[in-house]
């Protein structure tokens, strides 16, 4: 899926897979906005959500925060994306406590990471542990603080970087959607960034955080394709043995107006050159074949 705005043109693409486990409690969502005289630019609402809480319970969880962003967001005309996205988690998170049962001593919960992207304005929400990253330059960076014990940690000092991914607590998340009647007035988390030519959007589920490198998201999210790179991501960590379920979905941001301009200037360029060279061949190779003949004339009338 695509949109070709004045000043960007994007890509999206996203897949869902149940990676090490027998089915698949995380949910995702690429929804395009509309055209219309307030956004001449369109944009999407793009999510992913990791159920938890067994297997029906997680993906009833997972499902509805997804079902509660597509009733909510795409058609919304609120100018705050920000507010939009506050008071749509508060609408989930209500209707999976409910979905749950009140007389429930454990309920379900989820959690969830969502972009509103109008034109080339990305607004963040998070609750939980699924991630937003930013790639630019060859450079990827987190944008999103996960809620749970290990990022308190090493906030803290308590746990060195990278330390995480062997923490018996790694999956032990300190907010979610869901699990309590009312979320916490600071959530959702909310991020705000301008996109620029060539970045990356990424949103994934934390089935990837034990088997990917930095360096894997980098080089799989290089090339143009959206769709591409979402596949390509899902499928190496199923080739490294994850042990959960998987998804991500990618936005892919093209190339600047000028970028283009100069590559079509060299493409331009390398053909007149190219042909060019055809042309002064031509009359050379004809030149030393009238020498040669010449040559050979001579030789004959003198011997």
């Not at 990305?122 to 290990?150: C, F, K």
Request: hydrophobic share 45%; proline share 3%.
């Amino acid at each position: 899926m695509s949109i070709q705005t004045p000043e960007l043109q994007m890509q999206v693409g996203a897949v869902s897979h149940t990676g090490g486990r027998a089915n698949n409690e995380d949910a995702i969502l690429a929804e395009p906005i509309a055209l219309r005289s307030d956004l001449p630019s369109g944009g999407w609402v793009l999510a992913v959500a990791d159920g938890m809480g067994g297997h029906a319970n997680g993906e009833m969880a997972s499902n509805l925060a997804i079902q509660t962003l597509r009733e909510s967001l795409p058609g919304n005309d609120q100018s705050d994306a920000a507010l939009a996205l506050k008071q749509t988690y508060r609408k989930a998170n209500a209707a999976i406590y409910a979905a749950g049962g009140e007389e429930s001593d454990q309920h379900p919960g989820t959690t969830l990471v969502a972009a509103v992207v109008r034109g080339k304005y990305v607004t963040i929400a998070n609750v939980g542990d699924s991630r937003a990253y930013l790639m630019r330059a060859n450079q990827l960076t987190q944008i999103t603080q996960d809620h749970s014990v290990v990022a308190e940690q090493i906030a803290a000092g308590e746990l060195a970087p990278g330390e995480d991914r062997t923490s018996p607590l790694r999956n032990k998340l300190t907010a979610a959607l869901g699990t309590t009647a009312e979320l916490e007035r600071r959530l959702p988390a909310i991020y705000e960034l301008v996109l620029l030519p060539e970045d990356r959007l990424l949103l994934c589920t934390d089935g990837f955080y034990d088997v990917l490198q930095n360096t894997d998201y980098l080089n799989l999210m290089s090339g143009e394709d959206a769709q591409s790179s979402a596949v390509a991501l899902t499928d190496l960590a199923m080739q490294r043995r994850t042990t959960d379920n998987v998804s991500a979905v990618v936005l892919a941001v093209g190339s600047s107006l000028a970028t283009m301009q100069r590559a079509e200037i060299a493409r331009d360029l390398a053909e007149h050159r190219a042909e060019q060279g055809t042309s002064i061949l031509v009359p050379v190779i004809v030149l030393i074949i009238l020498t040669a003949l010449v040559a050979a004339g001579v030789w004959y009338w003198m011997f």
